[in-house]
T-cell receptor, first 117, second 113 residues
Framework: GAGVSQSPSNKVTEKGKDVELRCDPI?????LYWYRQRLGQGLEFLIY????????KSGLPSDRFSAERTGESVSTLTIQRTQQEDSAVYLC???????????????FGPGTRLTVT | AQSVTQLGSHVSVSEGALVLLRCNYS??????LFWYVQYPNQGLQLLLK??????LVKGINGFEAEFKKSETSFHLTKPSAHMSDAAEYFC???????????FGDGTTLTVKP
């Protein structure tokens, strides 16, 4: 079946502009995550959606970052007034969540490489 | 609360040598543990996982990991390294309460000919 898809694959934007990144999770996966990965660094958790629960936004670095999810489907990550330090690969992942809300393994998309000039 | 510590951000081994990547975790409830691999210019993929049952788990490409509750560890090993194993490896933990995984900072494995 289809995996997690993300668009665009690459985005170059000028400092100060807003950008919107899209993630299509695997069908049936109720949990969705966004991460940021700066060059040569690890995964930085941004936000977590699980079903109809309130999202865990504890990883969002500033109020310029926001994310939405439509039901258990598509999610968009929006970065307003982009800064050069926002340059990174933004990864989306989805997973099944079972009884008791424990998460199975995450399936990652290919990422969106964001470059802010 | 949960956390993951990967000891050694960079590990270098010779081809054919033992690979050992260390991961320690903290979790207030029994954990579920994962190793993911990211090959150069590719996305992350699951290498292996521990949920319940046998504490020694086997994954793809000859890797295995052992869950040791007393040591709160989940170290990744492979008896003989191949050049194709060069990648970044991430350890992650999730549990029934948190509902989401926490990742370590990653370990870059270099394999020398």
């Amino acid at each position: 079946g289809a995996g997690v898809s993300q668009s665009p694959s690459n985005k170059v934007t000028e400092k100060g502009k807003d950008v919107e990144l899209r993630c299509d999770p695997i069908s049936g996966h109720t949990a969705l995550y966004w991460y940021r990965q700066r060059l040569g660094q690890g995964l930085e958790f941004l936000i977590y959606f699980q079903g109809n629960s309130a999202p865990d936004k504890s990883g969002l670095p500033s109020d310029r970052f926001s994310a939405e999810r439509t039901g258990e489907s598509v999610s968009t990550l929006t970065i307003q007034r982009t800064q050069q330090e926002d340059s990174a690969v933004y990864l989306c992942a989805s997973s099944l969540v079972g009884v008791g809300l424990f998460s199975y393994e995450q399936y990652f998309g290919p990422g969106t490489r964001l470059t802010v000039t | 609360a949960q956390s993951v510590t990967q000891l050694g951000s960079h590990v270098s081994v010779s081809e054919g040598a033992l690979v050992l990547l260390r991961c320690n975790y903290s979790s207030s409830v029994p954990p579920y543990l994962f190793w993911y691999v990211q090959y150069p210019n590719q996305g992350l993929q699951l290498l292996l996982k521990y949920t319940t049952g046998a504490t020694l788990v086997k994954g793809i490409n000859g890797f295995e990991a052992e869950f040791k509750k007393s040591e709160t560890s989940f170290h990744l090993t492979k008896p003989s390294a191949h050049m194709s194993d060069a990648a970044e490896y991430f350890c992650a933990v999730s549990n029934t309460n948190a509902g989401k995984s926490t990742f370590g900072d990653g370990t870059t494995l270099t394999v020398k000919p």
